[in-house]
């Protein structure tokens, strides 16, 4: 058996603006999105289609340009961990003892007009 870790991996900074009313939570960004440090950056990944369909923010448009896009639209986005050891990009390989979560209670004092908060994913 190995002794050896799963390499630490940290979220992204929450990307919002004060008047946000929605945010939408990931888990952990996928070793494709840390790569490019972007959210939702694997190709397959469905998200930035259906943020196109519903706010403009499509995967056509530069990464800057569809983060202001949902920002317009008051659609906050985040990662439920802050931090955690896991080996890929699957939330099955993420060490349950290693989780640290993020300061939701920040970001709601940062942005009192969340009224809505939705998963992406399981």
Known sequence: MSTT???LVR???????????????GSMP??????AAQY?????????????????A??????AQRLERLA????????VIGRCERAG??????APASIEANDFAGLFAA??????VFFNGA
């Open 89 to 94: 990009s699957l939330d099955s390989a993420i």
């Open 5 to 7: 870790a799963a390499p």
């Open 111 to 116: 942005c009192p007009g969340i009224d809505h």
């Open 40 to 56: 939702y950056a694997h190709p397959r990944n469905a998200f930035w289609p259906i943020m196109g369909a519903l706010f403009g």
């Open 72 to 79: 317009s639209a008051g659609v906050a986005l985040w990662d």
């Open 30 to 35: 996928g070793t494709a999105s840390l790569a």
């Open 58 to 63: 499509g995967p056509e448009l530069p990464y």
């Open 11 to 25: 979220s992204f900074a929450p990307q919002f603006r004060a008047d946000a009313r929605v945010l939408v939570l």
